[in-house]
């Protein structure tokens, strides 16, 4: 069972810069399609801020995009999102999403999740 734990979440000033983590345990990211982070703000529904296919090809929500930038070190096992520019409407719990294709094409994906690491960007 792969388990994913985000980090890097925290308090900063409009403006300034977060770098979160994202370590994966019992798996390797390298065999997942795609690895994604999600946002969720208070009493708004999750989306998608930034993706990444097993082959490398990144993809942003349009309005992080020039700010943020995903990348992953597959020697540690651990995808990042580096943000910079933060606005308060970056504000959300941010979560770590992997996405593992099934052999069996009937079968359902699997998909993991990790808790969520708290950023609040403060104007």
């Known amino acids: 069972q792969v388990q994913l734990v985000e980090s890097g979440g925290g308090l900063v000033q409009g403006g300034g810069s977060l770098r979160l983590s994202c370590v994966a345990s019992g798996g390797s990211i390298s065999d997942m399609n795609a690895m994604t982070w999600y946002r969720q703000a208070p009493g708004k529904q999750r989306e998608l801020v930034a993706s990444m296919a097993s082959s490398g090809t990144t993809s942003y929500l349009e309005s992080v995009k020039g700010r943020f930038t995903f990348f992953r070190d597959n020697a540690k096992n651990t995808v990042y999102l580096q943000m910079n520019s933060l606005k308060p409407e970056d504000t959300a719990t941010y979560y770590c999403?992997?996405?593992?294709?099934?052999?069996?094409?009937?079968?359902?994906?699997?998909?993991?999740w990790g808790k969520g690491t708290l950023v609040t960007v403060s104007s």
């Open positions: 999403n992997a996405v593992r294709l099934q052999l069996n094409p009937l079968s359902s994906p699997m998909n993991y």
